[in-house]
């Protein structure tokens, strides 16, 4: 047999089949092989092959037969031989029926098989099997064997196409479908992320928020001057702010309520250990609001009052936990102790005022009353008018007291600082309190060192501070006592006033208070000594307005007391310009003009200023004191204030703009007699300003002074 060359063709059988193309195991896919066709006989009986053969060679005569006898050795040769077709015999040794056709289809799906059968069931079952054709053995002839197999060629052509074709179209299909799902995927995935990505974008908005949040409330937390506890639902300290470890004086977080309590010296307002059940905190715990409650924490380097609140921190509407806020109110409580000491001590003023007010009235009246009736001159006049002198002295000091030591207060004194010899003002101070010393029954002695002590200070203001310390020892030490008063130099700075005594001497707890006014020593009812306790208060007034100081030292109750006023020494001469004048000119003979409302005070200042030999005028109005002095033209005017018609003020500026008046010297006299009172007399033209009541001597050593054309002192 000739085997045929590639891409030869001839035509097919009889029946007009197509052409043939070569190949190898696997038929072509476009057009049936070309001959020679490669057939592979599978036949065990040499005589039925040699009939295959024949037929072939007389259909075609270029067919190339390959025979094997055994279907194992089909299956072998075809693992490297090529094949158009195989004929196979369906009864083999190693194969019988349709197995051998499963086997082949199962090792070439698409290798085309012809089966040689004499049974027609078995043809059948073959083609079932994947056969594509079948021939009986009676049957063998070139044509049908030509035709046979050129039908199953171009039959498995067409299977192969159509299932590669099927298979193209499922894949495409598939594609089309998996693009389709695998888009709808995609937009599900990108849907998934973009969810996500906002469900993240909102996640770090809600943590950077949150944080923000916990940041803002860590500041405030920390920054609060409330010192801020948070108990945990385990009973323990969670949270503690600084204000907390400072008040507290340690890191409490942590602590147990018994622990804390401990630690911080925690008391009830009584002063004793606070319970653990009575701490805000606990009972916080418990459900329980606890609302501005004082609690006293002591120890040994702390003492505070501070006012708690609690309220507990709920869940599912039971208490896990407690805040409280303790609020250090020190300072308030001390204010408020401090205030209701002065509301205790200002009624106790306002009784001992009453009092100190009253008591000089009934000898006065009673005077009065005397002198009266007596006959002038005599013995009990004489007496009557004492008393009466005595009392207004009392009344004088007492209104002046108050308003020096309200002065004092506003700092509204003015000191007139000159060169003082301590010596010489000591030594006066001593003999102007002798006689109340000697009424008395106290011994005083008065000693100043050789060396002389000069300070620069108010000669009157620092008489006025020993005067006060003595009329202190006086009213203090009993009859037969002693008081002893004495200058010194203190160091190179300072001059030291003592005043010691034999008398009461003072309590415990009392020195620090005694500066303070209106307090005293003397609580009883009946008050022997008298006064409002304010003559030391204006002692340590006056004494810091020199820059100096005032103490005071006992041994206690029954052992004495020694006062020291302590002043600057500084060497500053000031002369008193007019002083010598004023003495000279003090006994002559002026002309005055009282103006005064009140007609009593203006007709006793009359009479007085008349015993001392002045020409006097009285007025009771502004404009009755104008349209006098135009008649009377008095060398001083004595003006009141409040006058009806016109005041003082403008009765000043009235005199000061008419040239016939304007020269005149005019004293403002008034029960207003601070530094403003001063100044505002000074600027509406006055040349003095003294305070009622007046003293007499007081009144002529203002004539001297205004007549010599010196300004007035306010004495």
């Given at each position: 047999?000739?085997?045929p060359q590639?891409?030869?063709?001839?035509?097919?059988?009889?029946?007009?089949?197509?052409t043939?193309?070569?190949?190898?195991?696997?038929?072509?896919r476009?057009?049936?092989?070309?001959?020679?066709?490669?057939?592979?006989?599978?036949?065990?009986?040499?005589?039925?092959?040699?009939?295959?053969?024949?037929?072939?060679?007389?259909a075609?005569g270029t067919?190339q037969?390959?025979?094997v006898?055994?279907?194992?050795?089909?299956l072998?040769?075809?693992?490297?031989?090529?094949v158009?077709?195989v004929?196979?015999?369906?009864?083999?040794?190693?194969?019988?029926?349709?197995?051998?056709?499963?086997?082949?289809?199962?090792?070439?799906?698409?290798?085309p098989?012809?089966v040689?059968?004499?049974?027609?069931?078995?043809?059948?079952e073959?083609?079932?099997?994947?056969?594509?054709d079948?021939?009986?053995?009676?049957?063998?002839?070139?044509?049908?064997?030509?035709?046979?197999?050129?039908h199953?060629?171009?039959?498995?052509?067409?299977?192969?196409?159509?299932?590669?074709?099927?298979?193209?179209?499922?894949?495409?299909?598939?594609?089309?479908v998996?693009?389709?799902?695998l888009?709808r995927?995609?937009?599900?995935?990108?849907?998934?992320?973009q969810?996500a990505?906002?469900?993240?974008?909102?996640?770090?908005?809600?943590?950077t928020e949150?944080?923000?949040?916990r940041?803002e409330?860590?500041?405030?937390?920390?920054?609060?001057v409330?010192a801020?506890?948070?108990y945990?639902?385990?009973?323990?300290?969670h949270?503690?702010n600084r204000?907390?470890?400072?008040?507290?004086?340690?890191d409490?977080?942590?602590?147990?309520?018994?622990?804390f309590?401990?630690?911080?010296?925690?008391?009830?307002?009584?002063?004793?250990?606070?319970?653990?059940?009575?701490?805000?905190?606990v009972?916080?715990?418990?459900?329980?609001?606890?609302?501005?409650?004082?609690?006293?924490?002591?120890?040994?380097?702390?003492?505070h009052?501070?006012?708690?609140?609690?309220?507990?921190?709920?869940?599912?509407?039971a208490?896990?936990?407690?805040?409280?806020?303790?609020?250090?109110?020190?300072?308030?409580?001390?204010?408020?102790?401090?205030?209701?000491?002065?509301?205790?001590?200002?009624?106790?003023?306002?009784a001992v005022?009453?009092?100190?007010?009253?008591?000089?009235?009934?000898?006065?009246?009673?005077?009065?009353f005397?002198?009266?009736?007596?006959?002038?001159?005599?013995?009990?006049?004489?007496?009557?008018?004492?008393v009466?002198?005595?009392?207004?002295?009392?009344?004088?000091?007492?209104?002046d007291?108050?308003?020096d030591?309200?002065?004092?207060?506003?700092?509204?004194?003015r000191?007139?600082r000159?060169?003082?010899?301590?010596?010489e003002?000591?030594?006066r101070?001593?003999?102007?309190?002798?006689?109340?010393?000697v009424?008395?029954?106290?011994?005083?002695?008065a000693?100043a060192?050789?060396e002389?002590?000069?300070?620069?200070g108010?000669?009157?203001r620092?008489?006025?501070?020993?005067g006060?310390m003595?009329?202190?020892?006086?009213?203090?030490?009993?009859?037969?006592?002693?008081?002893?008063?004495?200058?010194?130099?203190a160091?190179?700075?300072?001059?030291?006033?003592?005043v010691?005594?034999?008398?009461?001497?003072?309590?415990?707890?009392?020195?620090?208070?005694?500066?303070?006014?209106?307090?005293?020593?003397?609580?009883?009812?009946?008050?022997?000594?008298?006064?409002?306790?304010?003559g030391?208060?204006?002692?340590?007034g006056?004494?810091?307005?020199?820059?100096?100081a005032?103490?005071?030292?006992?041994?206690?109750?029954g052992?004495?007391?020694?006062?020291?006023?302590?002043?600057?020494?500084?060497?500053?001469?000031?002369?008193?310009?007019?002083?010598?004048?004023?003495?000279s000119?003090?006994?002559?003979?002026?002309r005055?003009l009282?103006?005064?409302?009140?007609v009593?005070?203006a007709?006793?200042?009359?009479?007085?200023?008349?015993?001392?030999?002045?020409?006097?005028?009285i007025?009771?109005?502004g404009?009755?004191?104008?349209?006098?002095?135009?008649?009377?033209?008095?060398?001083?005017?004595?003006?009141?204030?409040?006058?009806p018609?016109?005041?003082?003020?403008?009765?000043?500026?009235?005199?000061?703009?008419?040239?016939?008046?304007?020269?005149?010297?005019?004293?403002?006299l008034?029960?207003?007699?601070?530094?403003?009172?001063?100044?505002?007399?000074?600027?509406?033209?006055?040349?003095?300003?003294?305070?009622?009541?007046?003293?007499?001597?007081d009144?002529?050593?203002?004539?001297?002074?205004?007549?010599?054309?010196?300004?007035?002192?306010?004495?």
């Open positions: 047999m000739v085997i590639a891409g030869e063709t001839r035509p097919s059988g009889p029946d007009g089949g197509g043939r193309a070569s190949g190898g195991a696997t038929a072509g476009d057009a049936p092989p070309a001959a020679p066709w490669q057939v592979l006989l599978v036949e065990d009986n040499p005589g039925d092959a040699d009939l295959v053969r024949a037929a072939l060679e007389e075609a067919s037969v390959h025979h006898e055994r279907l194992s050795q089909a072998s040769w075809l693992q490297s031989g090529h158009d077709a004929l196979l015999d369906l009864s083999l040794p190693d194969s019988a029926g349709v197995e051998g056709v499963e086997r082949l289809r199962v090792a070439c799906p698409d290798l098989v012809v040689l059968t004499g049974l027609r069931q078995s043809a059948s073959a083609l079932r099997a994947g056969a594509q079948y021939l009986g053995k009676g049957e063998l002839d070139g044509r049908t064997l030509d035709r046979a197999l050129g199953a060629i171009e039959r498995q052509r067409y299977l192969v196409q159509a299932r590669e074709l099927a298979m193209e179209r499922a894949a495409r299909r598939a594609a089309e998996g693009a389709e799902v888009q995927a995609n937009d599900q995935l990108k849907a998934a992320v969810q990505q906002r469900a993240q974008e909102l996640e770090t908005a809600a943590r949150a944080e923000l949040r940041q409330l860590e500041a405030f937390f920390t920054s609060m409330d801020v506890v948070v945990g639902e385990e009973r323990r300290v949270l503690a204000a907390a470890a400072e008040l507290f004086g340690a409490i977080r942590g602590f147990t309520p018994e622990e309590i401990e630690r911080a010296g925690l008391h009830a307002p009584d002063g004793s250990k606070l319970p653990v059940e009575r701490l805000p905190g009972r916080a715990l418990g459900g329980e609001i606890v609302s501005g409650e004082k609690l006293h924490v002591r120890s040994p380097t702390r003492d009052i501070v006012l708690v609140s609690a309220a507990p921190v709920r869940r599912s509407g208490a896990r936990g407690a805040v409280c806020v303790h609020r250090d109110v020190t300072e308030q409580a001390r204010a408020e102790e401090a205030l209701r000491e002065a509301n205790r001590n200002k009624e106790e003023f306002l005022l009453s009092h100190e007010l009253r008591n000089p009235l009934a000898p006065i009246r009673n005077s009065l005397i002198l009266d009736r007596a006959a002038p001159g005599g013995e009990q006049a004489r007496r009557a008018k004492a009466i002198d005595r009392q207004v002295h009392h009344l004088t000091r007492l209104v007291d108050l308003l030591v309200t002065r004092i207060s506003r700092g509204k004194v000191l007139q000159e060169e003082v010899d301590l010596n003002l000591v030594h101070c001593a003999e102007d309190q002798r006689s109340v010393f009424t008395n029954g106290v011994a005083l002695e000693m060192p050789e002389l002590l000069h300070v620069y108010d000669p009157t620092i008489a006025q501070m020993v006060n003595l009329h202190n020892a006086s009213k203090f030490t009993p009859r037969g006592g002693r008081v002893t008063l004495s200058v010194r130099r160091d190179e700075r300072f001059a030291a006033i003592h010691c005594d034999t008398g009461e001497g003072i309590a415990p707890g009392t020195a620090a208070h005694l500066f303070e006014p209106f307090v005293q020593g003397d609580k009883t009812l009946d008050r022997g000594r008298g006064g409002l306790g304010l030391l208060a204006l002692v340590k006056l004494a810091e307005l020199h820059d100096g005032v103490t005071a030292h006992s041994e206690g109750s052992k004495g007391a020694e006062f020291v006023l302590t002043l600057p020494i500084e060497r500053r001469a000031v002369p008193r310009p007019g002083a010598a004048a004023a003495r000119e003090a006994e002559s003979v002026r005055v009282v103006i005064d409302d009140n009593d005070a007709e006793s200042l009359k009479e007085a200023l008349e015993l001392n030999g002045h020409v006097v005028e007025a009771n109005t404009p009755d004191g104008v349209e006098i002095s135009r008649n009377f033209l008095p060398q001083v005017v004595l003006c009141d204030i409040g006058l018609g016109m005041d003082g003020f403008e009765v000043v500026r009235t005199m000061r703009s008419d040239p016939e008046l304007g020269s005149i010297r005019v004293i403002a008034s029960g207003y007699a601070s530094a403003e009172d001063l100044d505002r007399s000074r600027q509406a033209g006055f040349d003095g300003h003294l305070a009622k009541p007046v003293k007499l001597e009144l002529e050593r203002a004539l001297s002074q205004a007549t010599a054309s010196d300004p007035v002192q306010r004495l």
